[in-house]
């Protein structure tokens, strides 16, 4: 019996060892699961696929991939000859329609007045030689019949009223001259000039559409075109990658969502730099449930309905990087402080 017990007593050794190795891990253990929430989830951040308005070709390209830009920088350009050409034409066309504006605003010129009257007085004095001669043949031809032939008679008669008629015409540019431009023309040509300034401004807006400019301070993920290649509004140029702000997308499952609320803070690590937490807080929590996404790593979750929660960090240094998995870290005291501080009714 003595030996049985002697040959069983190292075991019981070991098993009590483990047994108060294995408690003492569970109870140092509980605190920090319970005080911490831990979610993995992936960096996301927004994006941008830029294009030109026009379609021409692309003339130069700025920017490489990963270089940052500014909001307002001029990161490509399309050729720009033919509408330089067309805004040329466009002020030869305003230049001209001014002076046809400016002509009929001014009127009609005192020389253009003195004219006219001198052509009136040319045609009265055609229709008085006209009328005497016809005075002339009608008398003669009352007083002695066939003096005259029907001919010359009808001759002096047609001169006359054609006298008459252009004396009438003369009168009326005279009239015409005096009174200027009507307003109706004066609106017309006022009309044709703005016409014509539109179609410039609509030139120098196109000039203005060749320059690919940044909308937003950002980082430039793909250069989809190069110089020489065909632009067009359904082409994109660059894809740009808004890096402020950046997030984690993960996924917290039901039971979990009651601990957390959006503007607790929390710590987000990677794999690369485990020891250099990146602080965070959360900023959206979805209120549809999902079927996990693949993309989550941990088993438990890959069949489970979640809810897709965003934590917004503050990545000074630039280490996290578009799709980059990322552990997060939620403290969970900070949830019971504000429960405490909440009115109780």
Known sequence: MDERLKRFAPAAVVIGLAVLALGGWYFTRQPADTATLVLFGNVDIRQVSLAFNGSERVAEMRVQEGDRVEAGQVIARLDTRALTLQIAEAEARIAVQEQVLLRLKNGTRPEEVAQARAEVRAAQAETDLAEQHWTRLREITDNSSGAVSEEAVDNARSRRRVARAQLENRKKALQLARIGPRREDISQAQAQ??????????????????????????TIRSRLLEPGDMASPERPVYALAITDPKWVRAYITEVDLGHIKPGMSARVTIDSHPDRPIQGRIGYISSVAEFTPKTVQTEELRTSLVYEVRVYVDDADDRLRLGMPATVHIPLQEDKQLDKQLPRT
């Open 193 to 218: 000039l703005n016409v014509a300034r539109a179609e410039l401004a609509l030139f120098i807006h196109y000039l203005n559409q060749a320059e690919l400019k940044a909308p937003i301070n950002a």
